[in-house]
């Protein structure tokens, strides 16, 4: 990874270093990054935390428990990569113009409670959508935020002994076209987003930095 930029923040809070790629990233080569730093941690508890915040090639990842049946395609022969992977939830589409965080943290650090990690990373995602002045909004009993009816942002994460993987990703100028392909996140009647729908030629450079922002905050780094 010495290839990326990085920030190291050691505040009052914890510690954490953040990545920020300029490229686009191969899902695999994310997902090895994220494996590593947990065992990392697990090994060595006071080693600081790591965020990624990037953008993949065009892929689908289907959670551990996830449902085929949410694949409008011939698994063996899909049009683009899929990843069978250790995350919660049902599939879900990367690609270009959408930002994806990883975060891989130490939830001794904060609280040892699942549902409070997922709102709070919601809450991360509605602060950088009010920042850019829309109205975001959960939905009861379900993960992610939604805008004018639209789910612009899912979340799904995987956890050992406390050390998370895996995070968000937040729809901005993408092609929505691969969605099509899926039933995202298993959610049969609901329409996926991209928050220049509502901005004009907003992009993920305009975003970034509202979103590293907003965890830095959130998480007290």
């Known amino acids: 990874m010495n290839e990326l930029d990085i920030n190291y923040l050691s505040d009052q809070g914890s510690s954490a270093l953040i990545f920020e790629p300029s490229e686009l990233i191969e899902f695999k080569r994310a997902w090895q990054w994220q494996r590593q730093w947990q065992k990392k941690l697990l090994t060595n508890p006071s080693s600081p935390q790591a965020i990624w915040l990037l953008q993949h090639y065009e892929c689908y990842t289907l959670g551990r428990s996830g449902s085929k049946e949410n694949l409008l395609f011939n698994a063996k022969k899909p049009p683009f990569d899929l990843f069978h992977i250790d995350r919660g939830g049902e599939v879900t589409h990367h690609l270009p113009g959408q930002l994806v965080t990883y975060l891989v943290l130490d939830l001794h650090r904060y609280q040892t409670d699942l549902n409070w990690y997922l709102r709070q990373i919601e809450a991360v995602?509605?602060?950088v959508i009010s920042e850019l002045g829309?109205?975001?909004?959960?939905?009861?009993?379900?993960?992610g935020i939604w805008v004018n009816g639209f789910k612009v942002a899912s979340v799904g994460i995987s956890c050992k002994r406390w050390i998370t993987q895996h995070g968000c990703a937040l729809n901005i100028n993408c092609n929505l076209s691969g969605f099509d392909?899926?039933?995202?996140?298993?959610?049969?009647?609901?329409?996926?987003g991209r928050l220049d729908s509502w901005?004009?030629?907003?992009?993920?450079?305009?975003?970034?930095?509202?979103?590293?922002?907003?965890?830095?905050?959130r998480f007290a780094l």
């Open 125 to 127: 995602l509605l602060d």
């Open 181 to 192: 392909q899926i039933i995202p996140c298993g959610l049969k009647g609901h329409q996926v």
């Open 199 to 217: 901005l004009p030629g907003l992009t993920t450079k305009d975003v970034q930095p509202l979103l590293k922002k907003a965890f830095i905050k």
């Open 134 to 143: 829309l109205y975001g909004q959960t939905l009861d009993g379900l993960t």
